[in-house]
């Protein structure tokens, strides 16, 4: 694949006035925009055109089953000529990739992901999460317009929509390291490569190479990922999605306009989130052998320090206090306000 040049990935996305997934944004690049076509019209045709990508093409699947660490780096993906052999050490695409569905916007949606490797770490991000990653982004025609040098951090809850299906379906690296110069030591990293119609890509916004309506390929190592609580209540973000429609900006149990995830008061009733959670300490002694605890159902970290093998861990649990189904900081009727008990 050749490169042309690297462009900004990112979409444009302001909290606070929850625009949610927009043009991509760069500043040295004019926004293009052109009428937008009907979205289960287009996902037909972006659907087409995708298998007949993922036909024609192969990848060097030999050197992936034989390496102990692979990357993105050592992945190949070439066309295959009419009447050409499949050459010996490769996989057709459509061979080897996974069929997923989703839905953004009320609209039924099919990507794709070939996973090189599933990433030796115990956890996985979700999809609204902080992710450190290598990537490389391409159009259908092979040409890169988007690459990292090294790795970077990105917040999925602002990238396009395709990212937050594909990227959670991989585990983290088993280990990492960011050295001192800015390059990564990694082990056993989650490394794939999404082939996302245009709907969960730019659609009818784009940049410069990208034009509208561009299926996008983003090959990627997982490295790490850290849970996002974008209003800091105690409440992570992906918790916050509480019709589950991996969408943030359409939870907003108040009314008032400000979604969960950026509502410091998510029902409106005066008292903090924060405050209407049970706050926990633990405190773990390693040097006798005790073991980190177990967390509760809607029980979350906060935050944790480590002092000659001591590890103190502060939670937040939700409470339900009058029984109903409805934790407090949902429910505009309970007002207690737990930090005052402490």
């Known amino acids: 694949m050749k490169q042309t040049g690297i462009k900004n990935l990112l979409l444009s996305f302001i909290l606070l006035l929850l625009i949610g997934f927009s043009a991509c944004r760069n500043d040295d690049d004019s926004i293009t ?32 089953a ?36 989703t839905v953004f916007l009320e609209v039924d949606y099919e990507y794709y992901i070939l996973r090189l490797n599933q990433g030796g770490g115990d956890t996985s991000p979700k999809f609204s999460d902080q992710i450190r990653v290598n990537y490389k982004g391409y159009l259908q025609d092979g040409s890169l317009f988007d690459s990292s040098a090294n790795s970077v951090v990105f917040d999925m809850s602002i990238l396009v929509p395709g990212w937050s299906r594909a990227v959670p379906q991989f585990n983290n690296a088993e280990n990492f390291v960011l050295n001192g110069d800015g390059t ?34 983003f090959a990627f190592d997982l490295f790490q990922s850290q849970v996002n609580d974008h209003d800091n209540d105690g409440i992570p973000s992906y918790v916050e999605d509480l019709n589950a429609d991996i969408d943030l900006s359409n939870d907003d149990t108040d009314g008032n306009s400000l979604a969960n995830f950026v509502d410091p008061d998510d029902d409106g009733d005066g008292v903090l989130t924060r405050n209407e959670l049970e706050s926990i300490e633990y405190i773990v ?58």
């Open 285 to 342: 002694d390693t040097n006798m052998g005790e073991e980190e605890p177990i967390l509760a159902d809607g029980e979350y970290e906060i935050d944790r320090s480590e002092e000659d093998g001591i590890i103190t861990i502060n939670t937040v649990k939700t409470v339900d206090s009058n029984s109903d189904g409805t934790p407090d900081y949902l429910d505009d009727t309970i007002d207690i306000d737990y930090s005052e008990e402490s």
């Open 184 to 217: 990564v030591t990694f082990n056993n990293a989650g490394v794939g490569v999404m082939f996302l119609p245009s709907g969960l890509g730019y659609y009818s916004g784009g940049a410069a190479s990208i034009l509208p309506y561009s299926n996008l390929l």
């Open 66 to 101: 034989a390496s102990m660490n692979p990357t993105i780096d050592d992945l190949l993906i070439t066309e295959l000529e009419s009447g050409e052999m499949l050459p010996d050490g490769h996989t057709l695409l459509i061979d080897a990739i996974e069929t997923h569905t």
């Open 33 to 64: 925009s052109i009428p937008e076509r009907d979205r289960t019209e287009q996902q037909i045709v972006d659907r087409d055109s995708l298998q007949g990508y993922l036909q024609t093409h192969y990848y060097n699947s030999a050197d992936f």
